[in-house]
C-alpha cells in the first residue's frame, strides 16, 4: 500500500491554451484552462459542446490534430515532466501507461477492421513485459470484470458485432489494460441509453473505489456529476469559469453560468409550465464574445463584463470562480 | 457458420461471373456478324487479285466458315467452339488462334505484371506519404506530378522515353529484342522503358487513390484511440489506417485499372515492338486476319472479369464486416 | 441543406435570379481553383485556334518541296544526304525558320498548319463522342434509377457487361469492323465509353429518389416524365458536368491512340498520325514527335485541371 498523502496531486493542468491555426482563423478552443487532479479522484469536466473541454482532454496527450492544433501557453504536469513540451517518446510511454485516454464515441472509437483482442493486447505488448498468452488471458479477465460475457469468444470479434453498450466496456478495458494512474473518459454515458448509463456509472465508481484510480470525467450532464464527482470543473468558452467540490457546485453556485446549469435541471417533485434554460446559445469557439465570453447570455452581468475578462476569484480553499460579481 | 457464407458467397459470384461472360461472348458474336463486311469480303479482297471468280469465293468460303447456315446454329456452334479452346484458325499466320495466344501471351504478361508492380508498389508508398504529409510542400509536389502523370499520352510518352535514352543517349535499344531469355538480366534492361510508359499512368492513379482513401480514414476517431494507447506512428499509420484505407482502395483498383491496363499495355507493345497480344491483333488488323482481333479482345476481356472476380473474393477477405454479417 | 432544383435548373437561369446568382457561386469557387483556371484558359484558347486557326495557316496537305524535315525556329539540325553525283554525304546545317515556325516533317508539310488541324479534329470528337456517350450513360442510369425492378436488373448486367470490356480493346475492335472513318469512330467512342456515366448517374439518382422533394411532387400528382425532368435531371447535372468534363481527355486519347495505330480516319489529320510518322522519324525529325505529344498531354492536363477544379467548386466531398 503506498503511503503519502491522499490529497497528493497526480496531475496538475496550469493556464492550458491549445488554439487551432485555420484559414478561417485562429480558434481559441482552449484558453487559459487550470486545474489540478487528485489521487482517487474523479475529477468532472462540465460544460456545454464547444467549451473545450474534449480539447482539453486531448490536449493533456497531446492528440489533437497537430497541424491546424498547437498549444501556445501552459503546462501540464504529470510525475514532473511537462506533457506539453516534452519528446514524442516520453509521450508515447505515457499514454495508454500512465494516462489513459476514452474517446467520446465508442462507436467510432475502435478499429473495424481489427478485432477486439488484437486492439487490447497490442497495447499490452506494447507497454507491458508479457507475452501473448499472458496478454490474452489479461484481456480475459479484464473484459468479464466488465461485465461482458463470453469473454473469450469477444476477443475474436470485430467491433460491428458488438452493441453500443459492449463497445463502451470494451473501450474502458483497453484503457484499463495497462493499469494507468489517470483515466480520461470524454462523455461516456451521452450517447447511451439510461439502463447502461447506471451500469457504465456503477463501473466507473467501481474504478475510482476498488484501484484508486483517478478519474477526468468530462460530461454535459449535472446529473452525471453530482452522482459521481467528486470535484467540478465548469467550462465556458475555453476556460474554467468555475472550480468546487461538487456539493458546494451543486448547493453554493456562485458562476451565474453554474447557476443556470443547475436552473435547467428538472425536478421530478416539482410540476412546472415551462423547464427552465440558459437564453442563448454557447458560443462558436471561433467567436468569442469580448470580455467574459459568457455576459450575452448572464441574467447578472455588470458593465464592465464586456470590456474586461473576469479575474480568478479564489472564494476558499477548494472553490474558485471567474467573474466580476467576485473579484 | 462463416466458412459456409463464404463458399455460397464465392459461388453465387462465380455464377454470376459466367453470366457475364457469356454476356461477353454473345456481344462479341452481334459485333461480328452486324459488322458491314463479313470475312469472306475481307479475303475476297485479297483473293481478287490473285485471279480467282468471286462469286466462287464467296460460297465456298461461306461454306467453310458456316456462314451459309441459320444465325442461331452459327452462335451455337461459335459458342461450342470457344468453349472447347477453338478460338479460330488465323490466315495471316497459318495456325490456330489458340496456338498464336501460346505463343505471344508471356510478353504481354510480363510487361503487365511488372508495370502493375512497380505501379502499385511505388504508388502507394508515394500516396500514404502524401496523405500524412498533407499540405506540405512535399504532398502538393506529389498532388500536381499525379496530374501530369494521368494526362501523358501514354504512347506518346513511349516515343519520348525512346527519344531522349535511345536515340539521343543510345542507353537503350530503340526496338524490344525478342532473341533475350526471359529470365535475364538484359531482358530487365530492356523492358525498363516500356514498364516506366505503361507504369506511369497506373502510378499516378494509384498516388491518387491511394492518397485519398488514406485521407479519408486519417482523421476518423480509432486513430486517435491508437495514439491514446502510445502506439508509435508508424504502427498507427500502417497497421491501423492503411488496413482502412485498403478497402477502398482495393475497389477503386478493381474498377479502373482492371480495363486501362489492357489499352495502355496494347499501345506499349506497338510502341516498343515487343510481340504480345497487342502487338498480335495489330498485325492482325493490317492483314484483315477476323478471327485472331477477336480472339484478343475477348482474352482481354476474360482476364479483366476474371481479375474482378478475384478482387471481390480478396475484398470479403479484407473488410470483416462483410463477413460477419 | 440542399439547393432546390429550381435553382439549379438552367433552363430557368434566365429568369429566376436564384440561376443566374447560384452560377455565380459556383464560378467564384471555381475560379479560386489556380489549376483550373489555367485549364479553362488553355482550352479556351485551344478551341480559338481550332476555329480560327485555318484562316491563318497554310493548308495541312500543302506540301513545300524545299523545306522538308525543317526544324522549328530556333533549331539547327544538320542533314546529310547523299549526293549521286559527287558519290558523297552532303552534310548541310539546317536552320528553322518563321515560314514554317514549328518546322516541317519529311514530306515538307508545314508542322503548325497540321497543328491546328489537328486541334479541329480533338476538339470536334472530344465534344461530339462524350456528347454521346454521356447522353446515352445518363438515360440508362436515370432510366435504370427510376423504373428500378427488372428493369434496372438487366441495364445493370447490360452495363456490367460492357464495362468488363478493356475500353481500348473494344473500341480497336469496332472500328476495325466497322471501318475507320471519323463517323464512326466518334459513334464507337461514344457507344462504348458511357458506363462509367450510366453507374454514377444511376446511385446519384437512386439517392434523389427518396429525397423529400420527389415524394412531394409525386403526392401532387406529378407524373414520371414529369418528375424525371423538372427534378431528378436538373439535380444530376453537376454531376453530369463533372464527369463531362473529366470524360473528354479520355476521347481526345482514344482518337488519338487510333489513330497513331493507324486505325484512325486518313483522310484527317489528327495529332495521333502525326506522332505516328514522328515515331518514325526519331533520328531525321524529332520535333515531328513532340509537337503533336505537347498538344496532346496540355490538352488532356488542362481538361483534368479544369474537371477537378469543377468537381471540387460542386462539392468539395465527393467520391466521384
Known amino acids: ?327 | 457458420m462463416r466458412k459456409s457464407w463464404l463458399r455460397d458467397y464465392i459461388i453465387k459470384r462465380l455464377l454470376y461471373s459466367i453470366v457475364i461472360a457469356w454476356g461477353i461472348l454473345t456481344i462479341t458474336f452481334i459485333l461480328v456478324r452486324v459488322g458491314p463486311s463479313s470475312p469472306a469480303d475481307k479475303y475476297l479482297a485479297n483473293l481478287a487479285a490473285k485471279g480467282h471468280d468471286p462469286a466462287q469465293v464467296i460460297a465456298a468460303i461461306e461454306a467453310r466458315y458456316g456462314l451459309d447456315k441459320p444465325i442461331l446454329q452459327q452462335y451455337g456452334e461459335y459458342m461450342l467452339n470457344l468453349l472447347q479452346g477453338n478460338w479460330g484458325w488465323s490466315l495471316s499466320t497459318s495456325m490456330p488462334v489458340m496456338e498464336l495466344i501460346k505463343r505471344h501471351w508471356i510478353y504481354s504478361f510480363q510487361l503487365i505484371l511488372l508495370s502493375s508492380l512497380f505501379a502499385a508498389v511505388l504508388g502507394i508508398l508515394i500516396g500514404i506519404y502524401s496523405a500524412v504529409r498533407q499540405y506540405t510542400k512535399t504532398d502538393y509536389a506529389f498532388t500536381f506530378l499525379s496530374f501530369i502523370g494521368i494526362s501523358i499520352p501514354n504512347f506518346w510518352l513511349g516515343v519520348m522515353l525512346i527519344l531522349i535514352f535511345s536515340v539521343k543517349l543510345g542507353i537503350f535499344k530503340t526496338y524490344y529484342d525478342t532473341t533475350l531469355p526471359l529470365f535475364s538480366l538484359a531482358n530487365l534492361k530492356a523492358l525498363v522503358l516500356p514498364v516506366i510508359t505503361l507504369g506511369t499512368g497506373m502510378l499516378a492513379a494509384y498516388v491518387r487513390y491511394t492518397r485519398s482513401a488514406m485521407l479519408e480514414n486519417l482523421r476518423k476517431p480509432f486513430v486517435v484511440t491508437a495514439r491514446a494507447k502510445g502506439l508509435p506512428e508508424h504502427v498507427v499509420i500502417g497497421k491501423h489506417v492503411f488496413r482502412n484505407a485498403l478497402l477502398p482502395l482495393v475497389t477503386i483498383i478493381m474498377f479502373d485499372l482492371g480495363s486501362i491496363v489492357f489499352g495502355g499495355a496494347y499501345l506499349t507493345e506497338i510502341v516498343f515492338g515487343i510481340p504480345g497480344l497487342g502487338q498480335v491483333s495489330f498485325n492482325a488488323i493490317f492483314a484483315n486476319d477476323y478471327p485472331v482481333v477477336v480472339a484478343i479482345t475477348l482474352i482481354g476481356t476474360l482476364v479483366v472479369l476474371l481479375v474482378n472476380l478475384t478482387t471481390d473474393i480478396i475484398y470479403t477477405y479484407l473488410d470483416p464486416r462483410i463477413r460477419y454479417d | 441543406m440542399t439547393e432546390t432544383p429550381k435553382a439549379i435548373a438552367k433552363d430557368r437561369a434566365p429568369l429566376s435570379g436564384g440561376g443566374l446568382r447560384l452560377i455565380g457561386y459556383y464560378w467564384r469557387r471555381l475560379t479560386r481553383n489556380r489549376l483550373a483556371v489555367f485549364g479553362l484558359a488553355f482550352i479556351i484558347f485551344l478551341a480559338l485556334v481550332a476555329i480560327i486557326g485555318p484562316f491563318f495557316t497554310p493548308d495541312p496537305t500543302e506540301v513545300d518541296f524545299e523545306a522538308k524535315n525543317l526544324p522549328p525556329v530556333g533549331f539547327t539540325i544538320t542533314h546529310s544526304t547523299y549526293d549521286i553525283k559527287t558519290d558523297q554525304f552532303i552534310t548541310t546545317r539546317v536552320s528553322g525558320n518563321w515560314k514554317h515556325p514549328l518546322g516541317t516533317d519529311r514530306k515538307g508539310r508545314d508542322m503548325l498548319a497540321m497543328i491546328v488541324s489537328g486541334a479541329r479534329v480533338s476538339l470536334q470528337v472530344g465534344l461530339l463522342a462524350t456528347g454521346i456517350a454521356i447522353i446515352i450513360g445518363t438515360i440508362i442510369g436515370v432510366m435504370s434509377a427510376y423504373l428500378g425492378g427488372w428493369v434496372d436488373n438487366a441495364l445493370m448486367r447490360f452495363t456490367d457487361v460492357m464495362m468488363t470490356f478493356p475500353f481500348f480493346l473494344l473500341l480497336v475492335l469496332i472500328v476495325f469492323i466497322f471501318g475507320p472513318s471519323l463517323a464512326f469512330i466518334v459513334l464507337a467512342i461514344g457507344l462504348t465509353g458511357w458506363t462509367g456515366t450510366a453507374r454514377m448517374v444511376r446511385s446519384e439518382s437512386l439517392s434523389l429518389r427518396t429525397r423529400e422533394f420527389v415524394m412531394a411532387a409525386k403526392a401532387l400528382g406529378a407524373g414520371d416524365g414529369w418528375v424525371v425532368f423538372r427534378h431528378l435531371i436538373p439535380n444530376v447535372i453537376s454531376l453530369i458536368i463533372v464527369i463531362a468534363t473529366l470524360s473528354i481527355p479520355g476521347v481526345i486519347l482514344a482518337e488519338a491512340a487510333l489513330s497513331f495505330i493507324g486505325l484512325g480516319d486518313p483522310t484527317v489529320p489528327s495529332w495521333g498520325i502525326i506522332l505516328e510518322e514522328g515515331q518514325h522519324s526519331l533520328t531525321t525529325a524529332w520535333w515531328v514527335a513532340v509537337e503533336p505529344g505537347i498538344m496532346l498531354f496540355l490538352t488532356v492536363l488542362a481538361f483534368n485541371f479544369l474537371g477537378d477544379g469543377l468537381r471540387d467548386a460542386f462539392d468539395p466531398k465527393s467520391s466521384v
Open chain 1, 1 to 327: 500500500m503506498e503511503t503519502g498523502n491522499i490529497d497528493a496531486i497526480v496531475l496538475r493542468v496550469n493556464e492550458l491554451r491549445t488554439y487551432f491555426f485555420t484559414r478561417r482563423g485562429v480558434i481559441k478552443a482552449v484558453d487559459g484552462v487550470s486545474f489540478e487532479l487528485r489521487r482517487g479522484e474523479c475529477l468532472c469536466l462540465v460544460g456545454e459542446s464547444g467549451c473545450g473541454k474534449t480539447v482539453t482532454a486531448l490536449s493533456i496527450l497531446r492528440l489533437f490534430d497537430s497541424p491546424p492544433g498547437r498549444i501556445v501557453g501552459g503546462t501540464v504536469c504529470y510525475n514532473s515532466t511537462d506533457l506539453t513540451t516534452c519528446s514524442p517518446q516520453q509521450l508515447r510511454r505515457i499514454r495508454g501507461k500512465e494516462i489513459a485516454l476514452i474517446l467520446q464515441e465508442a462507436q467510432s472509437a475502435l478499429n473495424p477492421v481489427l478485432t477486439i483482442g488484437d486492439q487490447i493486447i497490442e497495447q499490452m505488448r506494447l507497454h507491458l513485459p508479457m507475452d501473448t498468452n499472458e496478454a490474452r488471458a489479461k484481456a480475459v479477465r479484464l473484459l468479464r470484470e466488465m461485465g461482458i460475457p463470453s469473454a473469450e469468444d469477444v476477443l475474436g470479434y470485430y467491433p460491428h458485432q458488438l452493441s453500443g453498450g459492449m463497445k463502451q466496456r470494451v473501450l474502458v478495458a483497453i484503457s484499463l489494460s495497462c493499469d494507468p494512474r489517470v483515466l480520461i473518459a470524454d462523455e461516456p454515458t451521452t450517447a447511451v441509453d439510461v439502463t447502461i448509463k447506471a451500469q457504465i456509472l456503477d463501473m466507473f465508481r467501481e474504478l475510482k473505489e476498488k484501484r484508486q484510480m483517478s478519474i477526468i470525467f468530462i460530461t454535459h450532464d449535472l446529473g452525471v456529476v453530482a452522482e459521481i464527482g467528486d470535484r467540478a470543473v465548469i467550462m465556458y468558452g475555453g476556460k474554467d469559469v468555475e472550480t468546487a467540490p461538487i456539493p458546494d457546485i451543486i448547493n453554493f453556485p456562485k458562476h451565474p453560468y453554474t447557476m443556470g446549469l443547475l436552473e435547467c435541471l428538472p425536478d421530478v417533485a416539482k410540476e412546472v409550465e415551462r423547464l427552465n434554460s440558459i437564453p442563448g446559445m454557447p458560443p462558436d469557439p471561433s467567436y468569442l464574445p469580448s470580455g467574459c465570453a459568457f455576459h450575452p447570455r448572464c441574467p447578472r452581468a455588470l458593465d464592465i463584463c464586456p470590456r474586461q475578462e473576469p479575474p480568478l476569484v479564489q472564494l476558499s480553499k477548494e472553490h474558485k470562480v471567474r467573474c466580476h460579481l467576485y473579484g
